[in-house]
């Protein structure tokens, strides 16, 4: 595809279950964001991949998030143990990872924890 | 680590009138971009505009022109015209050496008939 490819794109979890997020890059951008949005409010970072360094995990708010890179293209990002307050849209960026170049978003995931 | 400040929560302007929103940040780099985002309600977030640190002409964009004070570390946007459909939130980034962006916490626009 063309653009940034995020799924699904809504998911209504009950407390305490896992879910997988999923974001398929553009082809060939080095640089992969994740992001959580709530209800109105700015984007927080949650974690950054660049090639093949080690991703900057400094943004993931608990040991209950986790994300993986594999092959350096397709990333999931896992809750465990859902609460409601991590009900949110999450949004997955790429970037070909050069510093004067923009970032693709996808369109997020709304996840709802009831 | 750098931050990006956005201190209008809120904003509002009547159509076809001009509106600009702030945002500054705090680095000590010297090379670096700057962005501002535009997220409509559909949250596909689209760039609007983008700014080298190094060049002093501000960037512009048919009605869309920064005001890119390096000095002071300001980097406003400055809306002409302004239509219904730039009704959205809007978001000042930052990205320096480490390749990362920043976002500051996003302006909601309202664009008044």
């Known amino acids: 595809g063309a653009g940034v490819s995020q799924s699904p794109s809504n998911k209504v979890t009950e407390k305490g279950k896992d879910v997988e997020l999923r974001c398929d890059p553009i082809?060939?951008?080095?640089?992969l964001y994740w992001y959580r949005q709530s209800l109105g409010q700015g984007l927080e970072f949650l974690i950054y991949f660049q090639g093949n360094s080690a991703p900057d995990k400094s943004g993931l708010p608990s040991d209950r998030f986790s994300a993986e890179r594999t092959g350096g293209s397709v990333s999931t990002l896992t809750i465990q143990r859902t609460q409601q307050e991590d009900s949110a849209v999450y949004l997955c960026a790429s970037s070909p990872g050069i510093m004067n170049t923009e970032a693709f978003f996808g369109q997020g995931t709304r996840l709802t924890v009831v | 680590a750098q931050t990006v400040t956005q201190s209008q929560p809120e904003m509002s302007v009547q159509e076809a009138e001009t509106v600009t929103l702030s945002c500054t940040y705090d680095t000590s780099e010297s090379d670096y971009y700057l962005f501002w985002y535009k997220q409509p309600p559909s949250r596909q977030m689209i760039l609007v505009i983008r700014q080298e640190a190094y060049k002093q002409q501000n960037a512009t964009e048919n009605r869309f022109s920064v005001n890119f004070q390096k000095a002071a570390k300001s980097f406003s946007l400055k809306i002409s015209d302004s239509q219904l459909g730039d009704a959205a939130m809007y978001f000042c980034?930052?990205?320096?050496?480490?390749?990362?962006?920043?976002f500051g916490s996003g302006t909601q626009l309202t664009v008044l008939p």
């Open positions: 980034a930052y990205t320096g050496s480490a390749r990362q962006l920043t």
């Open positions: 082809s060939g951008h080095t640089a």
